[in-house]
Each structure stands twice: as structure tokens, then as C-alpha cells.
């Protein structure tokens, strides 16, 4: 790195800055707590999970999903 980069301001002491330690570290948690509730969501509702809930084969949830089967039953 250039000894510019090394230098410069860096948040809060850019005059500018909106953020600040406290409100950055925040915004990293919330962050990782959307990231693990969507893991968890991807892995209740996903396509495997799914056919194994319901006892089929992962080929039969994406043929009902796309409505390639089943077509005739509307939401």
C-alpha cells in the first residue's frame, strides 16, 4: 500500500463519515443474522428438504414446482 492510503482518514475521522464504529459493527451483525435466518430458511425449504418431508424423489418437487406436473392444481 502507498504511504497516501496509509495516511489518509479513515471513518469517523472523515469529516463526512455517517457511520461510526458502534453503528458499523451493528450493521456486520445484523448482516450475519439475515445470512444465518436464510441458511436456515434454504435448508427447511429447499428442493432436497422438500422431497424428503414429503417422501419423493427431489426430481418430482422440481417437476410440481415448475408445473410440469400437477399442473391441473392452481394456488
Not at 456486520?28 to 430458511?41: H, S, T, Y
Not at 428442493?47 to 410440469?68: C, D, Q, R, W
Amino acid at each position: 500500500m502507498s504511504a497516501f492510503y496509509e495516511s489518509a482518514p479513515q471513518g469517523v475521522h472523515i469529516p463526512a463519515a455517517k457511520l461510526n464504529d458502534v453503528l458499523v459493527k451493528r450493521i456486520r451483525k445484523e448482516n450475519a443474522a439475515k445470512e444465518m435466518a436464510k441458511k436456515a430458511l434454504d435448508e427447511q425449504f429447499s428442493i432436497a428438504a422438500l422431497a424428503k418431508k414429503y417422501g419423493v424423489h427431489v426430481n418430482t418437487i422440481v417437476k410440481v414446482l415448475s408445473y410440469e406436473t400437477w399442473r391441473h392444481v392452481q394456488d
